[in-house]
């Protein structure tokens, strides 16, 4: 029996003696474990000078446990696997030597020598040739993210323009509506069938003529853009789709007459990793040719022909009737009331308007039609362009907002890179349904064989999580979809939406995890970042 102990115990020797006394120690602490001239090595915690031979001896020896790192000895350590052709792993000290072959550790150096094969060369082959694939895949969604940036920049100094071109209009509708107030304060007894005389004139009857022909034109013109977009959108497909190893000449034709009208470069000779050449071109196209003097802009088409055409022609057909009327050359010789003491200027006026009605009722003078129908009109010309101040005044507000949240952290990313996908919907044909994400806007559950579309949240946020950092990746990684319609005796329905780096904007996989709260994962160039910026901090070390 004392043989056999003593046996046993020079194996256990033999093995101890056989593992360094650096292993399981990681890289930043290996200048530490060199023995002293005495052959002696102090405990990390200075606690305890042990001799140099006690390190990783299977024997607990330190208070700190820092002489058994490569052993099970002592408790609440962590062994780290080298793991040599891979990627170096640490784990707990209490998984060494327990002759399960951990899988973090593929050099298998947590157990004896031959219980676990080395697989970290066929390991680190794999994990080279996934990360390699991932980070083309990166590279091609972050050209695609920064055409997303300039997207935003381009958005912001549209809006700030379009701002600027409110408060100009702002100042010139508040000077329209002093001038209606004046208008609607002098404008007070015109009689309905006066104004009604008025408005058989030519010029009231042409005004009308032209509105309705603007009218016209404006709704012809809408439809226009629409089959234009659309014709567009379908030869884009046309462009990007076709195959031309076919040869078909009709659709070689179709595209090249495409590329030359929208000022693109040939599909053909557009790099792969050139994402913003095409935006580039269209943007020269988009170029405005000079306009004639008095001509409108686009934007102002856009912005201001409403509002041209819901002025009041009641309102200008009078304002036109004063401008006629009043005297080229107004002249105090021939009034009276510029001649009279302020005292008694009252009563001239009273005696004035008293007489002009007497005469007017005699048929001695023609009555000047002023009435209450005239002052409504004029009232009504001015609620209308009080209203119309009041909705630019709410546009500005409503773009300034806009330009605020364009790269809020918290809206659409410090650099606005997903102003872009704002209200993009994207849909996945799971079978018996079709699902939509409007990404910001709300998530919907739509039958594909009849039956209720259901709403399964309207957005709410961000990943809330209070231990995930604003504008950080994993913070743009989840958006939150809440108060959707309520299930049958259940709660409200409720969407996380879960994203990863992609080269497309795309549903991947959706879940029902529970009584109506769904999972839906997907991908997006906007969570790409550069691979210089996703390095950073990375510690891999092979």
């Known amino acids: 029996m004392i043989r056999w102990s003593i046996f046993l115990l020079s194996v256990t020797l033999a093995v101890a003696a056989s593992r360094p006394q650096t292993l399981g120690v990681p890289p930043p602490l290996l200048s530490k474990y060199v023995p002293s001239k005495s052959n002696t090595w102090t405990c990390l915690d200075g606690s305890k000078e042990i001799p140099w031979n006690f390190v990783n001896d299977d024997s607990c020896d330190c208070p700190d446990g820092s002489d058994e790192l490569g052993t099970a000895a002592c408790p609440n350590t962590t062994f780290w696997c080298k793991n040599e052709g891979h990627i170096g792993a640490i784990i707990q000290g209490s998984r060494v030597n327990d002759g399960l072959c951990e899988p973090e550790c593929c050099d298998g150096s947590d157990e004896q020598p031959g219980v676990c094969p080395n697989n970290c060369k066929e390991i680190g082959e794999a994990y080279r040739k996934k990360k390699d694939e991932e980070n083309k895949i990166r590279k091609t969604g972050s050209k695609i993210r920064s055409t997303y940036i300039a997207f935003a920049s381009k958005e912001i100094r549209r809006l700030q323009v379009e701002v600027m071109q409110l408060n100009d209009d702002i100042k010139v509708k508040e000077r329209e509506v002093q001038r209606l107030e004046d208008v609607a304060e002098r404008t007070e007894a015109l009689s309905q069938q006066a104004l009604d005389e008025k408005k058989e004139s030519p010029l009231y009857q042409t005004l009308l003529s032209h509105r309705n022909a603007l009218k016209s034109l404006q709704r012809e013109h809408k439809k226009h853009l629409e089959r234009e977009k659309a014709l567009g959108q379908i030869l884009d497909t046309l462009r990007t789709g076709y195959n031309p190893n076919y040869q078909d000449m009709a659709v070689l034709e179709a595209v090249r007459g495409w590329e030359e009208l929208a000022g693109l470069p040939h599909i053909n000779d557009v790099g792969k990793d050139d994402a913003t050449k095409e935006e580039e071109a269209r943007e020269e196209v988009a170029v405005e040719e000079p306009l004639e003097d ?192 309520r299930c049958w005796n259940g709660p409200e329905r409720n969407t996380k939406v879960l994203l990863s780096c992609g080269i497309e904007n795309a549903i991947l996989t959706v879940q029902e995890l529970e009584k109506c709260e769904y999972q839906i994962t997907g991908t997006t160039p906007a969570l790409c970042l550069p691979l210089e910026d996703s390095k950073k901090g990375s510690r891999d070390e092979l």
């Not at 009279?340 to 009273?350: A, K, R, V």
């Not at 231990?467 to 743009?476: A, I, L, Q, R, T």
């Open 294 to 485: 008095g001509a409108w802009t686009a934007m102002q088409l856009e912005y201001q022909l409403d509002s041209l055409l819901n002025q009041n022609l009641e309102t200008l057909l009078i304002q036109h009737e004063e401008h006629i009327n009043a005297p080229s050359e107004p002249s105090s010789l021939f009034d009276i009331a510029s001649y009279l003491p302020d005292s008694i200027l009252p009563l001239y006026e009273d005696f004035k308007d008293s007489l002009t009605s007497s005469l007017e009722k005699l048929g001695i003078v023609k009555a000047s039609g002023r009435s209450s129908a005239d002052s409504s009109a004029a009232r009504l010309a001015l609620t209308n362009a009080q209203n119309e101040l009041r909705t630019m005044e709410a546009s500005i507000s409503s773009k300034e907002e806009s330009i605020r949240k364009i790269y809020d952290v918290t809206g659409f990313g410090a650099e606005g890179q997903w102003k872009k996908l704002d209200n993009l919907c994207l849909e996945k044909d799971t079978g018996d349904y079709t699902y939509e994400v409007c990404l910001f806007n709300e998530v919907k559950q739509k039958p594909n064989h009849g039956g209720q579309t259901f709403s399964l949240g309207r957005y709410e946020s961000w990943n809330p999580s209070p231990d995930v950092s604003p504008g950080s990746p994993e913070y743009y990684s989840k958006q939150v979809y809440a108060r959707g319609t």
